[in-house]
């Protein structure tokens, strides 16, 4: 058993098709998807065929996620923290470097992923982009690269944490 979904395309929003893969360009970027159900653009229409019905739910799920990152992009908030030694995040290219970091004298590195633009502004950190996987990932990649080692967590409880806008 087939099943069918379509999905309208938005005002301002332009989407194309290569093989498995979506394109979907707005007013705050451009995003590319490799998709797991069959996808057929029909004029402004999105058809998603597939024999499970979870995989088109997904499917759909993550062009509307595509829909709204091109129209209003997504953005988190992070901020920085320190008890001991006070820290600094400097910003070069697509890397994110934080400096004396627990007092080491060797900078810690986050890569930024994809066209994520990160800001450093006093104690935060802005973290935005159209893509949502890709301003997650460098989120998640600062929270790695300030994971602190050999260390009490309760006491030493320096670093860059996600906060609410």
Do not use: C, F, Q, Y
């Given at each position: 058993?087939?099943?069918?979904?379509?999905?309208?395309?938005?005002?301002?929003?332009?989407?194309?098709?290569?093989?498995?893969?979506?394109?979907?360009?707005?007013?705050?970027?451009?995003?590319?998807?490799?998709?797991?159900?069959?996808?057929?653009?029909?004029?402004?229409?999105?058809?998603?065929?597939?024999?499970?019905?979870?995989?088109?739910?997904?499917?759909?799920?993550?062009?509307?996620?595509l829909f709204k990152g091109v129209q209003e992009g997504f953005a988190k908030k992070m901020k920085i923290i320190f008890a001991h030694f006070p820290m600094t995040v400097e910003i070069k290219g697509k890397e994110i470097y934080i400096k004396n970091f627990l007092g080491e004298k060797v900078s810690r590195v986050a890569d930024i992923v994809g066209d994520t633009v990160v800001k450093s502004e006093k104690e935060f950190v802005k973290i935005s982009g159209p893509d949502k996987y890709a301003v997650g990932q460098t989120v998640a990649n600062i929270k790695t690269a300030t994971h602190i080692r050999n260390k009490d967590p309760r006491t030493f409880q320096d670093g860059l944490y996600e906060v609410d806008e």
């Open positions: 058993m087939k099943v069918k979904t379509e999905i309208e395309i938005p005002d301002g929003i332009n989407a194309s098709l290569n093989g498995d893969e979506i394109s979907i360009s707005g007013p705050k970027g451009k995003v590319s998807r490799k998709l797991p159900s069959t996808v057929k653009l029909e004029g402004k229409k999105i058809m998603l065929v597939n024999n499970s019905k979870e995989k088109v739910n997904a499917t759909a799920a993550i062009i509307k996620s």
